[in-house]
C-alpha cells in the first residue's frame, strides 16, 4: 500500500502541469444604467473604471461572469508576449488589474455597442485581444 502511494507521487511529480489558458479581459463602457448584477459582477472581476484590464485562468467560474458581464467588456486568448508587456507596465504591483489607455486609433467602427463579430468592440475577440491591448499601452 505504502508502495502505491510512493509511485503516484512520482508520477505526480514528474508530470509536467499543464499551462492553463489565460483570459485578457478589458472594459469598454461605463456604468451609467448598469444592473447591480452586472455591476457586482464587475466589481468581482476588479473592473472598475472604463479601460481596466485583468488576466484570468479558464475555469467555468470565470466564463460565467464574463457570459453575464459582455455587455460591457471584451475579452480574448492571452499570449505570453502580451502577457509580458502587461507585466512591466504594472509597476511592482501585485494584483493582476492594469489601467491602460484608450487604444490609439480609436475602437472598432461600428462603436462600443455593438459585438465584435458584426464590427464592434464588445465580445469575444480570441487572439485579437492582444492586438488591441498593444494599441492601449
Request: aromatic residues 4%; glycine residues 8%; positive net charge.
Amino acid at each position: 500500500m505504502a508502495e502505491e502511494k510512493q509511485i503516484k507521487e512520482t508520477e505526480a511529480k514528474s508530470t509536467p502541469k499543464k499551462s492553463v489558458e489565460k483570459f485578457a479581459v478589458v472594459r469598454i463602457r461605463g456604468s451609467i444604467r448598469v444592473s447591480t448584477k452586472i455591476k457586482d459582477t464587475l466589481k468581482m472581476l476588479n473592473l472598475d473604471k472604463v479601460n481596466t484590464c485583468i488576466i484570468i485562468e479558464n475555469t467555468p467560474v470565470n466564463k460565467g461572469m464574463i457570459i453575464k458581464a459582455k455587455d460591457y467588456i471584451t475579452w480574448g486568448i492571452l499570449d505570453s508576449e502580451t502577457e509580458k508587456l502587461l507585466n512591466k507596465i504594472q509597476n511592482g504591483k501585485k494584483d493582476h488589474v492594469f489601467r491602460l489607455n484608450p487604444p490609439r486609433g480609436g475602437f472598432e467602427r461600428k462603436g462600443i455597442k455593438k459585438p465584435f463579430k458584426t464590427g464592434g468592440a464588445l465580445g469575444n475577440r480570441d487572439d485579437k485581444i492582444n492586438i488591441l491591448i498593444k494599441k492601449m499601452i
